[in-house]
Nanobody, 120 residues
Framework: QVQLVESGGGLVQPGGSLSLSCAAS?????????MGWYRQAPGKQRELVAV???????NYAGSVKGRFTISRDNAKNMVYLQMNSLQPEDTAVYYC?????????????WGQGTQVTVSS
């Protein structure tokens, strides 16, 4: 079993910044798994935000490239998302994702989600 716990969500004004963290644990978690962030806004499908491999190769949605940065600490089984220049369109529940498999995902394990709201 793999557990993913997100933290760092909240309310921020347009143009502001927010940092999200995700801690992975469990007896079958493998630190070589690709890890990433997805988000889902009201009335929309869940979409990829950013993904990072064990070796540090990244993939970003075009809408966030240049504003968001994904990183990971393999020794701590953590993945992070630094979000800058936030806009109302970034408002969504953000989910941590990982699991076995090739490619960018999504994979089989999800966190509970953390709400990010960008509003004046």
């Amino acid at each position: 079993q793999v557990q993913l716990v997100e933290s760092g969500g909240g309310l921020v004004q347009p143009g502001g910044s927010l940092s999200l963290s995700c801690a992975a644990s469990g007896s079958i978690f493998n630190r070589i798994y690709t890890m990433g962030w997805y988000r889902q806004a009201p009335g929309k499908q869940r979409e990829l935000v950013a993904v990072i491999t064990y070796g540090g190769v990244t993939n970003y949605a075009g809408s966030v490239k240049g504003r968001f940065t994904i990183s990971r600490d393999n020794a701590k089984n953590m993945v992070y998302l630094q979000m800058n220049s936030l806009q109302p369109e970034d408002t969504a529940v953000y989910y941590c994702n990982t699991g076995p498999g090739r490619g960018w995902g999504p994979f089989g394990y999800w966190g509970q989600g953390t709400q990010v709201t960008v509003s004046s």
